[in-house]
């Protein structure tokens, strides 16, 4: 068999295998059966995020308040 022919018959093989990956993803990019998922994911990412973020600020004045208090203790005696 010479080169050309098996080039051919090799890009014969391929292109089925092409036009199977090239079909496949476009029904990926179509199937919006996931979107509803994905939107619950991001709501709930933006959720947690909120919350780290405000715990964050808390967490600052809580322990200012416990210093204060161990301040005051620690001074009464």
Same mark, same amino acid.
């Given at each position: 068999m010479?080169?050309?022919? =098996?080039?051919y018959?090799d890009?014969? &093989? /391929? =292109?089925?295998?092409?036009?199977?990956?090239?079909?496949? /993803?476009?029904?990926?990019?179509?199937?919006?059966?996931?979107?509803?998922l &994905?939107?619950?994911?991001? *709501? $709930?990412a933006? *959720?947690?995020?909120? $919350? &780290? &973020?405000?715990?964050?600020?808390?967490?600052? =004045?809580i322990?200012?308040?416990?210093?204060?208090?161990?301040?005051?203790?620690?001074? $009464?005696?």
């Amino acid at each position: 068999m010479s080169s050309q022919s =098996k080039h051919y018959s090799d890009t014969r &093989i /391929m =292109k089925p295998r092409w036009t199977a990956v090239y079909s496949s /993803m476009r029904h990926l990019l179509r199937d919006e059966s996931g979107q509803d998922l &994905i939107e619950y994911a991001l *709501v $709930a990412a933006l *959720v947690g995020l909120s $919350a &780290i &973020i405000s715990l964050h600020g808390l967490s600052n =004045k809580i322990g200012n308040a416990f210093n204060s208090i161990g301040s005051g203790l620690t001074n $009464a005696i």
